[in-house]
């Protein structure tokens, strides 16, 4: 099980910018699909970024698209989140992820696809 570390959390003004950063802990993990998901308060945890296995094909859910931007680096065993123009509602807890199983695609996340987490990181947005 591939062991994930997220850092690069913190507090921002809104319009500013924060990247994330989550290393896994061997080589393995770049033969798996990543992901970034975030929580709120008071809401489920939501799946907004994700990147296949070969970095080639990225996903996002409507609300980050054209601000957030998935990434990875395989040789450093490193997967990124930049995030511009943050607004207030993008305060959250956000988890990096990896998939279950190797070789997969950017639906990873889905239907219980979720193979290891990390531990969060907070980021804040004030208005």
């Known amino acids: 099980q591939v062991q994930l570390l997220e850092s690069g959390g913190g507090l921002v003004q809104a319009g500013g910018s924060l990247r994330l950063s989550c290393a896994a802990s061997?080589?393995?993990?770049?033969?798996?699909?990543m992901g970034w998901f975030r929580q709120a308060p008071g809401k489920e945890r939501e799946r907004i970024a994700t990147?296949?296995?070969?970095?080639?094909?990225?996903w996002y859910t409507e609300s980050v698209k054209g601000r957030f931007t998935i990434s990875r680096d395989k040789l450093k065993n490193m997967v990124y989140l930049q995030m511009n123009i943050l607004k207030p509602e993008d305060t959250a807890v956000y988890y990096c992820?990896?998939?279950?199983?190797?070789?997969?695609?950017?639906?990873?996340?889905?239907?219980?696809?979720?193979?290891?987490w990390g531990q969060g990181t907070q980021v804040t947005v004030s208005s």
């Open positions: 061997d080589h393995t993990f770049r033969h798996y699909a």
């Open positions: 990147i296949n296995w070969s970095g080639t094909t990225t």
């Open positions: 992820a990896a998939d279950s199983a190797p070789a997969g695609g950017t639906e990873m996340g889905t239907a219980g696809r979720i193979g290891s």
